[in-house]
């Protein structure tokens, strides 16, 4: 009888400490996976892009701000800058680790020329060019990438051919920037 | 011996349901979405905006300027060489 009390009792202690050991769990088991913190890592790269020397001043700068997330190293490398009258890239590759992983951020425009045409109006050729920008987010708490894509604005005179093409007016060269600052030039005619 | 058995147990299991409790671990976890949400969507704001439209892309997204007893999201936009920290609610 005395035997079955004690096991009994050993019972209760073992499923308390149980039931308190999942509620712990599930105090510390959060889904927060510091999507904020990558996050603000990889858009400090996006920023030092037309520069990449700044990239480490920038991360310094937020490094307080992402707690608990530590960044430990990182590499931003303009990889393409190119631009010439039918093709054109600009290409900006960069990672930071952390201790949590690898963060991975990339950027990419490009133009190339698909046709001349010309304005009926006024009888000046206007080129016609076909544009990519998109950049990738890597975090290193997600397994996949995110892919979003960028208007970039041309500062030129320009119109749109379908809605997508992009057509020059003129033989002028044409500066096509996105939101953040970086550029991307096509050349003169 | 039977009582001291009870009791003890009495008081294991009161233990164990005060300890956890005193958690409140629904309240918890349901904090703990909202801030995984308030994450997901300062990502998202940071993945889109510069500085010139993050209050645009805020407005969007239905993030409030900080709100007592809700969770408290940070974004950070560069504004030149400078960053620019903003504090935001989210409620679903």
């Known amino acids: 009888m005395r035997r079955r009390g004690t096991i009994g009792l050993l019972a209760i202690v073992l499923l308390s400490f149980l ?22 890592l990889l858009v400090a790269l996006r920023a030092s892009c037309s520069d990449p020397g700044k990239a480490n001043v920038k991360l310094q700068k937020i490094s307080r701000y992402i707690y608990p997330v530590n960044f430990l190293s ?30 991975v951020f990339e950027l990419q425009y490009s133009y190339k020329l698909v046709g001349l045409k010309v304005d009926p ?28 894509k960028v208007y970039l604005k041309p500062l030129c005179a320009h119109d ?30 | 011996m039977r009582t001291l058995s009870a009791a003890i147990i009495a008081i294991v299991v009161l233990l164990t349901l005060t300890r956890v ?25 940071m993945l889109y905006a510069s500085c010139d439209d993050v209050d645009e892309i805020m407005r969007s997204v239905n993030a409030t300027a900080p709100l007592p007893d809700y969770p408290v999201g940070n974004i950070i936009v560069w504004c030149g060489e400078e960053p620019r920290v903003i504090s935001f609610s989210w409620k679903r």
């Open chain 1, 19 to 40: 039931v308190l050991e999942s509620s712990e769990h599930n105090f510390y088991r959060t889904d927060y996976r510091g999507e904020d913190a990558h996050t603000a």
């Open chain 1, 74 to 103: 990182y590499n931003l490398n303009l990889l393409v800058n190119e631009s010439s009258y039918d093709h054109g890239a600009l290409v900006c590759r960069g990672y930071v680790v952390t201790n949590v992983g690898k963060d």
């Open chain 1, 121 to 148: 109006l006024t009888g000046r050729i206007l080129r016609i060019y076909e544009t990519s920008s998109y950049q990738v987010f890597k975090l290193a708490s997600y397994s996949y990438a995110i892919k979003i």
């Open chain 1, 160 to 189: 749109y051919v379908n809605g997508t093409l992009l057509a020059i007016k003129g033989n002028y060269p044409c500066t096509l920037m996105d939101k953040w600052g970086n550029k991307l030039v096509i050349s003169g005619g």
């Open chain 2, 21 to 45: 409790s005193s958690h409140e671990v629904k309240t918890l976890t349901y904090n703990f979405i909202q801030a995984r949400n308030t994450a997901t969507i300062a990502a998202y704001v």
